[in-house]
């Protein structure tokens, strides 16, 4: 028997490619180890989408191929995006691993872990885009699963890199995504997070325009299919008035819209090829913000090529004006083999690190305000476990709370009060708030009043994005 301990980086639809990859270690009689340095085999899930993950992705493989070196370790496979963007310069650099396998080449996990393969690395166009009949093992604890609705993207944006490593989209039947979904609740999971690179446009890739309307219906209408449903990412171009309905209904889908912008400036939104102007964000943000308790969270890019003063000074106010409940501001990085590489006017990182640090100034107070509002409520929570932060707390999420994007619900008892079953749902009175977390009790006669310890699954986490 092998036993592999497998690092999964990146985003939530690259930890689904782990955990399509941990099945099929597991059918081949693998054993998957949380501590490296008790593995026989060292699998690295890399990401390469902007130069931080790069970097995160090579200092875990020089990690890891240290450990093969004095360690127990045999063999060091390196998968992912990374290996599929630069195989070539990794192979030269790093005769410490064994095998790279690229985007759409996951299935030869086995060979590379079991037996030998004919070549060192296995690179093709595009990515495997699993089915339900595909065995998966769910890494997420609670009562929580990511569930990849298509892959890759057919957008252009500029600045990045993801179209040329993952390919054009290719989305899944809405009856495969509903039966995968009516499996996962079956099975006790409470939340289903569906992800995509390009949520708003699942289906476009087959001429179906209402695909993810209709993948929403069949959902709401399948009394077997989880009780949460929450997407991940949504963008302005094909966010149809029946998608806002759809988020108001109140039913499985939550209030929840993560919605890149990444900028609000015409001449920058022109630059970075968004296909979408100040004037519809403002239109469609006007209707979202019309539902009820809806949580609305977008990103930035500070510092794009040609940004100029000028241009913050809008996405700066714009963001005070709008007051969105979550905000993720990253630096421009300039990726090569994108168009936005070549574009004049790059702007010295001292000026993008400035209004990256104005910008989350701005929108820390937003959010403590946004989340001191909660106090006095009483929000239905799903209890995830124990704190990775505080190991005697108990965690949850309400609704507007995605996993390890957002921030949590620290769980307390009144006295007599014991913790509940991670991947159940609790009623907790918010009592007070930071601006990233919320604390609550518990409300007495609570199902479930058990504690989790050894339920916990020990698949290493994915790193945050």
């Known amino acids: 028997m092998k036993r592999v301990h497998v690092v999964s980086l990146g985003c939530p639809k690259n930890r689904v490619d782990s955990e399509l990859m941990i099945a099929q270690m597991q059918?081949?009689?693998?054993?998957?180890v949380a501590d490296p340095e008790e593995a026989d085999v060292l699998v690295v899930n890399t990401c390469a989408f902007i130069d931080s993950a790069k970097e995160e992705s090579v200092d875990t493989i020089l990690e890891m191929a240290q450990l093969k070196a004095h360690g127990r370790a045999q063999k060091l496979i390196v998968t992912g995006c990374l290996a599929q963007r630069y195989a070539t310069d990794l192979a030269a650099e790093?005769?410490?691993?064994?095998?790279?396998?690229?985007?759409?080449?996951?299935?030869?996990?086995?060979?590379?872990?079991?037996?030998?393969?004919?070549?060192?690395?296995?690179?093709?166009?595009?990515?495997?885009?699993?089915?339900?009949?595909?065995?998966?093992?769910?890494?997420?604890?609670?009562?929580?699963?990511?569930?990849?609705?298509?892959?890759?993207?057919?957008?252009?944006?500029?600045?990045?890199?993801?179209?040329?490593?993952?390919?054009?989209?290719?989305?899944?039947?809405?009856?495969?995504?509903?039966?995968?979904?009516?499996?996962?609740?079956r099975a006790g999971v409470k939340e289903s997070v569906l992800v995509a690179q390009d949520m708003t446009s699942y289906g476009v890739d087959?001429?179906?325009?209402?695909?993810?309307?209709?993948?929403?219906?069949?959902?709401e209408a399948d009394p077997e299919s989880t009780p949460w449903i929450r997407l991940l990412y949504m963008y302005p171009w094909n966010?149809?008035?029946?998608?806002?309905?759809?988020?108001?209904?109140?039913?499985?889908?939550?209030?929840?819209?993560?919605?890149?912008?990444?900028?609000?400036?015409?001449?920058?939104?022109?630059?970075?090829?968004?296909?979408?102007?100040?004037?519809?964000?403002?239109?469609?943000?006007?209707?979202?913000?019309?539902?009820?308790?809806?949580?609305?969270?977008?990103t930035f890019i500070t510092g794009f090529p040609g940004e100029t003063d000028a241009d913050f000074q809008a996405l700066y106010r714009w963001v005070e004006e709008v007051e969105f409940d979550r905000v993720g501001v990253f630096t421009y990085s300039r990726e090569e083999?994108?168009?936005?590489?070549?574009?004049?006017?790059?702007?010295?990182?001292?000026?993008?690190?400035?209004?990256?640090?104005?910008?989350?100034?701005?929108?820390?107070?937003?959010?403590?305000?946004k989340n001191r509002a909660y106090i006095g409520q009483t929000l239905r929570v799903l209890v995830d476990g124990v704190s990775e932060e505080h190991e005697?707390?108990?965690?949850?999420?309400?609704?507007?709370q995605a996993p390890d994007i957002d921030g949590v619900v620290y769980l307390s008892w009144d006295d007599g009060g014991e913790p509940v079953t991670p991947g159940s749902f609790v009623d907790?009175?918010?009592?007070?708030?930071?601006?990233?977390?919320?604390?609550?009790?518990?409300?007495?006669?609570?199902?479930?009043?058990?504690?989790?310890?050894?339920?916990?699954?020990?698949?290493p986490r994915v790193a945050r994005p």
């Open 27 to 32: 059918l081949g009689g693998a054993e998957i």
């Open 392 to 400: 005697y707390v108990m965690e949850g999420r309400h609704a507007g």
């Open 428 to 459: 907790v009175h918010i009592e007070d708030a930071t601006a990233y977390d919320l604390m609550g009790v518990v409300l007495p006669d609570q199902p479930l009043r058990i504690s989790d310890e050894g339920l916990r699954l020990h698949i």
């Open 206 to 219: 087959y001429s179906d325009k209402r695909a993810l309307a209709k993948l929403l219906h069949a959902l």
């Open 337 to 369: 083999d994108t168009d936005a590489a070549t574009l004049p006017g790059q702007v010295e990182d001292h000026v993008k690190e400035e209004r990256r640090d104005a910008l989350m100034e701005l929108q820390h107070a937003i959010s403590e305000k």
């Open 94 to 185: 790093l005769p410490e691993v064994d095998a790279f396998l690229g985007t759409n080449e996951f299935r030869r996990i086995n060979d590379a872990v079991f037996g030998e393969l004919a070549q060192r690395a296995y690179i093709s166009q595009g990515s495997y885009l699993y089915n339900d009949g595909d065995a998966r093992v769910n890494s997420v604890r609670g009562g929580t699963a990511y569930v990849k609705v298509s892959e890759g993207c057919n957008r252009t944006c500029t600045f990045c890199i993801i179209p040329k490593i993952r390919g054009k989209q290719v989305s899944r039947p809405v009856e495969d995504v509903v039966a995968e979904i009516r499996r996962l609740g």
């Open 239 to 298: 966010f149809t008035d029946e998608l806002v309905s759809l988020l108001a209904a109140g039913g499985k889908l939550l209030p929840y819209v993560d919605m890149p912008l990444q900028h609000v400036s015409e001449p920058v939104l022109k630059a970075m090829r968004r296909n979408t102007t100040q004037e519809r964000q403002r239109a469609l943000i006007g209707k979202l913000r019309e539902i009820p308790g809806l949580v609305l969270r977008t």
